[in-house]
Nanobody, 130 residues
Framework: VQLQASGGGLVYAGGSLRLSCVGS????????MGWFRQIPGKEREFVCT????????YCSDSVKGRLTISRDNAKDTVYLQMNRLKSEDTAMYYC????????????????????????WGQGTLVTVSS
């Protein structure tokens, strides 16, 4: 099972990027897919996540209104549209997928916690220059 993230790069503050993450090796039907980010020396941070069935999505307060998550279930692909980027968005971005039992996905204490995601991509670097 693999998640392949792409789309990172160097952009000026205020600019936009779109990250993509494609899953392979199994069907991602029923799995939530999300994005996390990490700066060297700091803890991994939740960014956004989206469910499989009803498309319910959640983003952290720090990116809400600027970053938007979407998915194409037919392609086992999740996207992160990043607008009005800031220097503090500079990080390695990782995509992840996981199965949430029952209604746990709708609880922020679950969907924002990386340990609930079973599959992880290799990361794509986003650098925002001011």
């Amino acid at each position: 099972v693999q998640l392949q993230a792409s789309g990172g790069g160097l952009v000026y503050a205020g600019g936009s990027l779109r990250l993509s993450c494609v899953g392979s090796g199994r069907t991602f039907s029923g799995l939530a897919m999300g994005w996390f980010r990490q700066i060297p020396g700091k803890e991994r941070e939740f960014v956004c996540t989206i469910g499989w069935s009803d498309g319910a999505s959640y983003c952290s307060d720090s990116v809400k209104g600027r970053l938007t998550i979407s998915r194409d279930n037919a392609k086992d692909t999740v996207y992160l549209q990043m607008n009005r980027l800031k220097s503090e968005d500079t990080a390695m971005y990782y995509c992840a997928a996981g199965e949430f039992p029952g209604s746990t996905f709708y609880d922020g204490s679950y969907y924002s916690e990386g340990s609930w995601y079973d599959y992880w991509g290799q990361g794509t670097l986003v650098t925002v220059s001011s």
